[in-house]
């Protein structure tokens, strides 16, 4: 199984090496519960307490702003359900914020939801967007750093400041960009950030919520003091030292790791575009969108089927288009930005790591132009 190709690092990525180093004394000797009293304890709160420096560091944040959670799902959720007022939420947000805005539905909260820009250079929101669903009461607005499905990043700053001149607090879940663009919490402006490490070669079921000074959240969790009060539960220790690891490494590197999935995203779009005449990039081009980052549709070849010949062929990717087990249901990220049905159904989303390379990439492309002849559409 050693020539598999993974090129699926929206979905999840490796775990660091270095990161997997640091955490082991965590997961052997140095085993100890940080609020205990004695000397097993000691070691251990050091870990936490460097790991939320580090992390803060990355994101120009203070340490005490940084809260641990066990992953992105939680931090979104935490934001959703600890907030008052109206909610404003982009439609195109990861389920994690918008089941949680259905579940505060439920309970009678109102929720206003605003559409992306649509069409060709769509994919984005802007603060015109909030401006024109503006209703009184909103507490808080909820939008993206970058989408999950079409990678296009959005102008956090100002869509900030737009909620903020609006008397709104403004979160934004930056899953998908943390390790991967800067983020600089101060720049962008944001009450709330959410992040998650295995978007960033750390460990699975750990993230971390930043909360601005001053902020206050109602707690998701009750029991003890960890997290200030804030987050009751024992500290996953080990994952928080791995997640930190992982991000500064990855923060540290950015811009060569950008710089070489720019080019093997640029070789994979000119790959494709050689053999098939008209393949739909979603999103902008590159430079607007996630490193790595590349969203293709091929019309009139439903996305599921291809997305599992490529999988016998070795290669993972992932579909834009998440159907249910009938297959007629479309990614609710295509419909806001409008995709045809055709288009959201032939949807498949291809994203590059860092351990990539161009061989692998050249494997991509000569198997899809091998798949797609078999299907009868190659025309060159
Ligand atoms: N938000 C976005 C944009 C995501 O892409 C994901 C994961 O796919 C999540 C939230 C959920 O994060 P986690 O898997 O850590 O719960």
Redesign the pocket.
């Known amino acids: 199984m050693t020539n598999r190709i993974y090129a699926d690092h929206?979905?999840t990525t490796p775990l660091m090496p270095e990161a997997l180093e640091a955490m082991l004394p965590f997961l052997k000797e140095n085993f100890g519960n940080p609020s205990s009293q004695h000397g097993w304890a000691k070691p251990v709160k050091r870990a936490v307490a460097d790991a939320r420096t580090t992390i803060a560091e990355c994101i120009n944040a203070a340490p005490e702003e940084i809260f641990f959670t066990s992953?992105?799902?939680e931090a979104?959720n935490w934001v959703v359900k600890g907030s008052d007022g109206r909610l404003m939420v982009s439609a195109y947000e990861?389920h994690?914020i918008l089941n949680a805005a259905k579940s505060e539905a439920a309970r009678g909260r109102d929720i206003v939801y605003v559409r992306p820009k649509v069409g060709s250079g769509g994919g984005y929101v802007m603060p015109e967007k909030l401006s024109k669903s503006w209703k009184d009461g909103i507490g808080l607005v909820s939008v993206?750093t970058a989408n999950?499905e079409i990678g296009t990043i959005n102008p956090i700053h100002l869509l900030s400041e737009f909620a903020h001149k609006r008397g709104a607090l403004f979160h934004t879940?930056a899953?998908?960009a943390v390790g991967h663009i800067p983020i600089d919490v101060r720049e962008m402006g944001v009450d709330f950030l959410?992040a998650?490490a295995?978007?960033f070669n750390g460990p699975k079921g750990i993230?971390f919520l930043y909360i601005r000074k001053g902020q206050k959240l109602r707690s998701l969790l009750d029991g003890g003091q960890q997290e200030n009060g804030f987050r009751a539960g024992t500290e996953n220790v080990a994952a928080i030292v791995g997640m930190a690891t992982a991000l500064k490494n990855n923060c540290t590197r950015m811009d060569e790791i950008s710089a070489h999935l720019e080019e093997l995203t640029l070789h994979l779009r000119m790959g494709i575009e050689r053999f098939y005449d008209n393949p739909v990039f979603l999103g902008a081009g590159i430079g607007s969108q996630l490193p790595g980052f590349t969203s293709v549709s091929f019309p009139g070849h439903p996305a599921e089927g291809l997305m599992h010949m490529l999988d016998l062929k070795g290669i993972a990717v992932s579909t834009g288009a998440a159907c249910d087990s009938r297959n007629t249901r479309v990614s609710h990220v295509l419909k806001a930005i409008n995709a045809t049905n055709d288009i959201a159904h032939s949807t498949i989303r291809i994203t590059l790591g860092a351990e990539n390379t161009i061989a692998e990439v050249n494997t991509i492309v000569s198997t899809l132009k091998q798949l797609l002849r078999g299907l009868g559409t190659i025309t060159r």
Do not use: E, F, I, L
């Open positions: 929206a979905a992953g992105g799902t979104d990861h994690a993206m999950n879940d899953v998908q959410s998650s295995h978007k993230g």
